[in-house]
């Protein structure tokens, strides 16, 4: 079946360091994968998402490339700020056919110290 | 943009009651709703799959009868927690689908919070 592995959290950083959250995943095809980020006490937000092999997902200085030799979408961003303390989880949605089902990973606590 | 919301918020009761949690698409309509349940530090599990006017799906594990979804309009569903006990205490965060041509997302309510005492 399709799964999502990312690495366990949590993880704690300073302001302005270097961020990166490891996903891959296993399935079948090309699925779609996603990044979403969830604050505290809200539900999930769409951060970003790449629909093929070598597609770059970005948005809010966050970016994530679609490696389908490696089966991977690894969440980075250059300079994180204490705003961007918060749950973000990878997900993917199986390709074709009307299965539009996400898989989860378990989710990595950041937290961004000033 | 697409915009869901989640009626209560949190919610709190006793033991044995029953509670219902609101779904709404405010500016799309959502053909389907997904029902989620969130643990403690834990990524989120899909409790069922609901589509307007027919009956849900659930995932393997989930009591239906526990569980009841409705989805009555294009813009809500309904999950009805019946009999509740402390075990039922979660997150429940629902999402509604929007699917036109080639565009297909899921977008997330803000979450119920229920604690049962």
């Known amino acids: 079946g399709n799964s999502v592995t990312q690495m366990e959290g949590p993880v704690t950083l300073s302001e302005e360091a270097f961020l990166t959250i490891n996903c891959t995943y296993t399935a079948t095809g090309y699925p779609s994968l996603f990044w979403y980020v969830q604050y505290p006490g809200e539900g999930l937000q769409l951060l970003l998402k790449?629909?093929?092999?070598?597609d770059k997902g970005s948005n809010k200085g966050f970016e994530a490339t679609y490696r389908k030799e490696t089966t991977s979408f690894h969440l980075e961003k250059g300079s994180v700020q204490v705003s961007d303390s918060a749950v973000y989880f990878c997900a993917l949605r199986p390709s074709g056919g009307s299965n539009y089902k996400l898989t989860f990973g378990k989710g990595t606590l950041l937290t961004v110290n000033p | 943009g697409a915009v869901v919301s989640q009626h209560p918020s949190r919610v709190i009761c006793k033991s044995g009651t029953s509670v219902k949690i609101e779904c709404r698409s405010l500016d799309f309509q959502a053909t389907t709703m997904f029902w989620y349940r969130q643990f403690p530090k834990k990524s989120l599990m899909l409790m069922a799959t609901?589509?307007?006017?027919?009956?849900?799906?659930?995932e393997q594990g989930v009591e239906k009868d526990k569980f009841l979804i409705n989805h009555a309009s294009l813009t809500l569903s309904t999950l009805t927690v019946t009999s509740a006990h402390p075990e039922d205490s979660s997150f429940y965060i629902c999402?509604?689908?929007?699917?036109?041509?080639?565009?297909?997302?899921?977008?997330f309510g803000p979450g119920t919070r229920l604690t049962v005492l």
């Open positions: 999402s509604a689908r929007v699917a036109s041509g080639a565009y297909n997302e899921q977008f």
């Open positions: 790449a629909t093929k092999a070598d």
């Open positions: 609901s589509n307007e006017g027919s009956k849900a799906t659930y």
